[in-house]
């Protein structure tokens, strides 16, 4: 079934979501938003399974333009049903829709053949995965800094504590608002890091059979990281009292500290993925002082 999805399949569908979504601007209708939402999601659905089925009969993730092109309008797409769902009286569609079927209409005038050699895919991955892990590990740490002078302001003005003994500290609102955008960008980088991490895995273990286990603690810790941070952001946006007061506080210091523990991991070595990046540190030095001696 997988073979039959054609990008003509959820190009149609976006286009027939971008129609419903400019006909908010001229009359009202009250099945429409239900319309729109389905058929993006079918859009994305079927999307999602040609880039299975691209990925599974042998073509290496994002191993040619077609494949960056595809995947960055999948994640447009996505990103569009989850402003949808959580601002469904905005039109945030006239603006995301019609550079998802742009992004899907160059992916598809290039060929679906490969035409990255495999070290360039390797090191692109790479990249990908380094760059959002570590914009996520900003973003949590950002969080819990906020959190924690939330935390102090909150109880300095509960007792009323002389400003001019004490420091001084953004207000309330300001840090709480910090609080809020950190759970919500540190999920996301985090999110892409894991996912860039997981093909670069798969890629690895295609070619040389080199990937790291996925049983490995480095993976199920990440993979926990992540799921504590959804819901952490979910609480904050579904839980009314949690959008108010200390408790957003407490969710982005205990992300930090989750954070902390995975590093830890990371860098005690302890686990497959820690042996493979020393290796391949031990390989770069070595290739650094046989430079330095010719």
């Not at 980088?189 to 040389?208: D, H, M």
């Not at 926990?224 to 957003?248: D, H, I, M, N, S």
Request: hydrophobic content about 55%; overall charge positive.
């Amino acid at each position: 079934m997988l073979a039959h999805v054609h990008v003509v399949c959820f190009f149609t569908s976006y286009a027939v979501a971008l129609v419903l979504e400019m006909s908010r601007l001229f009359f009202r209708m009250p099945v429409r938003l239900a319309v729109m939402v389905g058929f993006a999601s079918m859009g994305l659905v079927l999307q999602s399974a040609y880039l299975a089925h691209h990925a599974r009969i042998g073509a290496m993730p994002l191993s040619s333009w077609h494949d960056w092109h595809l995947i960055a309008s999948w994640i447009l797409a996505a990103s569009y049903l989850l402003l949808v769902a959580t601002r469904p009286q905005t039109n945030v569609g006239l603006f995301l829709l019609p550079v998802v079927l742009i992004l899907t209409a160059v992916g598809w005038s290039f060929p679906a053949t490969a035409s990255f050699p495999r070290d360039q895919a390797l090191q692109m991955w790479g990249t990908a995965h380094g760059l959002m892990l570590l914009l996520g590990t900003v973003a949590v740490s950002l969080g819990f800094v906020a959190g924690l002078m939330y935390l102090v302001q909150s109880w300095r003005l509960k007792r009323l504590a002389s400003s001019r003994l004490t420091i001084k500290l953004p207000s309330l609102e300001w840090l709480q608002s910090v609080n809020k955008q950190s759970l919500v960008y540190s999920s996301g980088f985090i999110a892409l890091g894991l996912i860039a991490g997981i093909v670069l895995n798969a890629i690895k273990a295609r070619g040389s059979g080199a990937g790291v286990p996925w049983t490995d603690s480095v993976v199920i810790s990440s993979a926990g990281l992540l799921v504590w941070l959804l819901a952490a952001t979910a609480f904050e946006w579904l839980y009314k009292p949690a959008q108010q007061g200390r408790k957003v506080a407490y969710l982005t210091v205990a992300s930090f500290l989750f954070l902390a523990v995975v590093m830890a991991m990371v860098l005690g070595g302890s686990s497959e993925y820690s042996r493979q990046r020393a290796e391949r540190d031990d390989v770069r030095l070595l290739s650094l002082e046989a430079r330095a001696r010719t």
